[in-house]
């Protein structure tokens, strides 16, 4: 039978925030080391040792408590989210959604538990460098959420024109009442992601932030602007609140319910639409949305020749990155040997399912071999 919650809420009225990380990716652009069965957040691929929704969950702590962390994942992958998190609280989505829904759920579920304090929605697979300063700007926000009944996103100063992204136009300038050490703009516009050359117009201007998927907003205040601009999806929340009050355990028509939404973005269905949305500035620490091999290649050859997370071996060779979780040949206990030789511009990735090789231009096509 679906189960739609696992964990236990700790007694709200000690939250200040609750952090919701957004954990349900597949992470096909990852094989061979990512399935649909192991996908890229419970990965160690940013070279702490630990993964990627380990290391969100850990940038979060001095601002949110271990039992405060409330995870959206899918349903086959609540053990998995609970053998890296298990303090956490874990939301099952019945089925993938995508962000609307997915965070329509985590407020109707904490509103249900008497809790309006505001959620700190953030991917799971995303690496941040300036941890310090990221959580200067998050507790800001979380600062602003309380006293006011705005919807706020974290941007992204842009550092090149990047077209996997999308961007955010900031207004003027947003003074709320209490001093604020990060600055804060409202928001004009959100743009889909745009071709090279309209994403360097938007670097050029000065005025455009990446869009993170970074969120923070009280669940009252994001309900009200689902019901105001996705009356459906309102309408079905409700339905499913009712359900929590009555019955916890009465998932089979959560799931009913929940299957029947619309696939829709929170960006495409609230935000873009909403009036009281503002911007933080992330100016101060480096951002990377992890969604292909290059990307992540990318953040680990900075300032390096190579890179590599074994004993690997470059001879006449430069930009090169390799990652290996073969540690065995299998063979008298001999680790396998890996050895790149006179080659430029390369991703190599070896496990026991696969070996990849490929030129980082084209790590997005590696989908094509996971389908």
């Not at 949110?64 to 939301?91: F, K, Y």
């Not at 959620?119 to 600062?143: H, P, S, T, W």
């Not at 890179?307 to 071996?313: L, M, Q, R, W």
């Amino acid at each position: 039978m679906y189960k739609l919650f696992f964990g236990n809420f700790p007694n709200v009225d000690a939250i200040n925030a609750v952090a919701v990380i957004m954990a349900g990716g597949s992470g096909t652009r990852f094989w061979p080391l990512s399935t649909k069965e192991h996908p890229k957040q419970f990965l160690q691929l940013s070279g702490s040792g630990k993964s990627l929704i380990q290391d969100t969950a850990e940038r979060l702590l001095p601002l949110i408590n271990q039992n405060e962390i409330l995870v959206l994942t899918g349903s086959s992958l609540v053990t998995q989210v609970r053998d890296h998190l298990p303090d956490a609280m874990v939301l099952a989505e019945p089925e993938g959604r995508n962000t609307a829904p997915a965070l329509g759920l985590a407020a109707i579920k904490l509103l249900s538990a008497g809790c309006d304090k505001p959620m700190l929605c953030m991917a799971a697979d995303n690496l941040i460098v300036g941890k310090d300063e990221f959580q200067a700007v998050c507790r800001d926000a979380i600062v602003l959420a309380k006293q006011d009944e705005t919807i706020i996103t974290i941007g992204i100063k842009p550092t090149y024109p990047e077209t996997g992204y999308g961007y955010i136009c900031k207004g003027k300038y947003y003074s709320p009442a209490d001093d604020l050490t990060s600055t804060c703009y409202k928001v004009t516009a959100f743009k889909e992601k745009p071709n090279l050359e309209i994403a360097q117009e938007y670097v050029a201007s000065g005025n455009y932030f990446w869009n993170a998927g970074m969120f923070v907003m009280r669940p009252s205040v994001l309900l009200q602007a689902i019901e105001k601009f996705m009356p459906e999806l309102y309408a079905g929340l409700k339905q499913i609140e009712e359900l929590i009050k009555k019955d916890n355990e009465n998932s089979e028509k959560i799931k009913e319910i929940f299957v029947g939404f619309e696939k829709k973005s929170i960006d495409f269905g609230v935000l873009e639409k909403a009036g009281n949305v503002v911007v933080f500035a992330g100016e101060k620490f480096r951002w990377c949305d992890i969604g292909s091999w290059k990307s992540w290649a990318d953040l680990m050859l900075e300032g390096k020749e190579n890179y590599t997370n074994v004993d690997a071996k470059f001879i006449e060779t430069k930009n090169c990155a390799v990652y290996s979780d073969t540690q065995d040949s299998g063979k008298n206990n001999i680790k396998k040997r890996i050895a790149i030789i006179g080659l430029e511009n390369v991703v190599v990735v070896d496990t026991a399912d696969g070996l990849l090789v490929c030129n980082p231009e084209y790590a997005q096509e590696v989908k094509l071999i996971s389908d």
